[in-house]
């Protein structure tokens, strides 16, 4: 099994909690020197993506879709409902398959939203100037919550949350308000969440394909990626 921490290029940690570790697995990667435009390849790639997806899966409902079980275990791992409060991943999926296009945001964003696909996991995905500190992976206590992008609060009492020094800022289910990326932002750090049996060596994979995708239609560069937990 993965470290359960890391350090990224400027001395901060991420980490996951000990009350979390056996059940949460993650590659985290930051990407430095983004461009935030809107860029219409990554939509095309999105569209093309999506087109395959409704072609091979279709005709299945959510439980019968191998990929999406992993992100649906991690929840229950959790003692969370994943009909009720859906993975991001699954969200993503569920539109496409429906017909609809995915709303177009920003490059960045955009590209996030392809990785999710291709992975069928979700992703967290912050502006790091707006991190405050170290990050930890954790269960959320009662009473914390953060403001959602578009949307009321994301309560986290014991649902699996990203904190920094200033309280809850992510999950898998949705990103906040406070570290969504903007038109100015110029390195971003990624999570991608899975179950501390995701083998390690897919989620390097998954970062590494992170990383290029930014790269191909942000302008940006992975300068940093590590996977904390996963099986062997």
Known sequence: MSEPSCRLPDGRAVSIDPGAAGRVACAVVQV?????????????????????????????????IPGLAEARDLYRSFGMDPSRHR?????????????????????????????????????????????????????????????????????????????????????????????????????VLAVIMATAGYPAARLAEHAGVFGHLCGRFCGGRSVFQAVLGGSA
Do not use: W
């Open 32 to 64: 430095a020197g983004i461009t935030v435009a809107d860029d219409p390849a990554v939509a095309a790639a999105t569209a093309a993506l999506g087109a395959d997806l409704r072609t091979a899966l279709g005709d299945r409902t959510p439980a019968q």
């Open 87 to 187: 993975p991001s991943s699954e969200a993503l999926l569920r539109r496409v398959l429906k017909g609809n296009e995915l709303y177009r945001i920003s490059n960045i964003v955009d590209t996030c939203n392809l990785a999710s696909l291709q992975f069928l996991l979700p992703i967290g995905m912050y502006d790091l100037d707006l991190v405050r500190g170290d990050v930890t992976l954790r269960v959320g206590e009662p009473g914390e919550e953060y403001a959602g992008i578009r949307k009321g609060p994301v309560h986290l009492a014991g649902r699996l949350g990203l904190f920094d020094d200033e309280g809850p800022f992510g999950s898998p289910t949705s990103d906040s308000a406070r570290t969504c990326t903007r038109d100015v932002t110029t390195d």
